[in-house]
């Protein structure tokens, strides 16, 4: 089946949520109710991202996609162990270190082999766009790909590349923005970049930020776009692996705004406001070196249940997101698009 039928069949994607977001259980609910699942290969070891793929391929799961991080370049040499630096008071808070400012590919070559040697119906990439040379492996074994974008030009670069599709992801995003280059792009709300992007490729086009409700995929949907992807609206779900806290923090009156931050990462991405994203506003673009120097400082404030140290991922229609079972929330998305004259 090619990717423009399988979106048509299937036109609601679960967005990849690294960090635990996305789980088997839950790319197995949305594949269940007539979505599309994705694994969120990011941040796992490949012997992890391989047991997840059985685990889904296991509950008779053939519609799904893993998503994979695209390494890239170093930032400038000292300027993230300067920074290291500065995150000390807050490393002072729970009694840890700042972890090593470490710069690696994510194990980038190792999981491509894996998912040529296992293949999965769809591979999506973030960050960047791969090769030709490593699209087209994934190709010869029958996976589609869709590359994320977040302006014209990058998506004319992924068709160029090869990629089967792309995925436009507006400014409404929660988690990271996709931009090639992280200190440009990602700045376009949804709807002004589909008007730019169908056009521009001869492509499916998949519309990701903000997309909340089944109003909001009919909307995606009339503007040309293939499928619609949510990621924050399924944040809540019990099939999620989000931190409890962080799944709290989303209903929390408390919390009242998103904002791009790079504080947690090194890499701009859109979560709620807290603490930790007001006290650092000086921290340098220095992927995935600030996530390495930080992610021991957000897990001792997970287990302390200090929200305001952790990094609360959410796009800017959280107030919606429900508890809801994951294919309640399909069922409910499909219910409402088909309501407001779409075909879902």
């Known amino acids: 089946m090619s990717l423009a039928e399988l979106l048509r069949e299937r036109p609601i994607v679960q967005a990849p949520m690294a960090g635990g977001g996305s789980t088997p259980a839950m790319v197995s609910a949305v594949a269940g109710a007539g979505g599309v699942g994705f694994l969120a290969a990011g941040y796992l070891a490949p012997d992890a991202v391989r047991d997840q793929i059985r685990q889904v391929r296991d509950a008779g799961v053939t519609a799904f996609g893993v998503n994979v991080f695209v390494p890239g370049p170093p930032a400038a040499p000292g300027v993230a162990a300067a920074h290291r630096r500065r995150l ?22 190792a999981k491509i082999d894996l998912l040529v040697a296992s293949p999965v119906p769809v591979v999506g990439f973030t960050f960047g766009c791969p090769d030709s040379e490593v699209l087209g492996r994934l190709r010869a074994v029958g996976t589609a790909t869709v590359v994320t974008v977040t302006t014209v030009e990058e998506a004319r670069t992924a068709v160029a590349s090869g990629a089967d599709g792309v995925c436009a992801q507006g400014l409404e995003a929660g988690g990271h923005r996709a931009s090639f280059d992280p200190t440009r792009g990602g700045d376009r709300p949804l709807l002004d970049l589909l008007a730019d992007v169908v056009p521009a490729v001869d492509v499916p086009v998949v519309a990701a930020g903000g997309v909340m409700t089944g109003e909001d995929v009919a909307r995606v949907l009339g503007a040309g776009a293939a499928a619609a992807q949510l990621g924050t609206a399924f944040l809540r779900c019990p099939e999620s692996g989000a931190n409890p806290w962080h799944k709290a923090a989303l209903a929390d009156p408390a919390f009242g705004e998103t904002d791009v931050t790079w504080a947690f990462t090194g890499r701009p991405a859109r979560g709620l406001v807290n603490r930790f994203v007001t006290e650092h506003p000086e921290t340098p673009y220095a992927y995935p070196d600030v996530h390495h120097m930080t992610r021991p400082l957000r897990a001792a404030a997970a287990s302390a249940a200090d929200t305001g140290g952790m990094a609360l991922w959410a796009g800017q229609g959280f107030r919606r997101a429900t508890d809801h079972p994951a294919a309640e929330v399909v069922a409910r998305l499909r219910r409402e698009a088909a309501g407001a004259g779409a075909r879902v």
């Open 88 to 109: 000390a008071p807050e490393a002072g808070r729970h009694g840890v270190a700042v972890g090593e400012p470490v710069h690696d590919d994510d194990a980038w070559a």
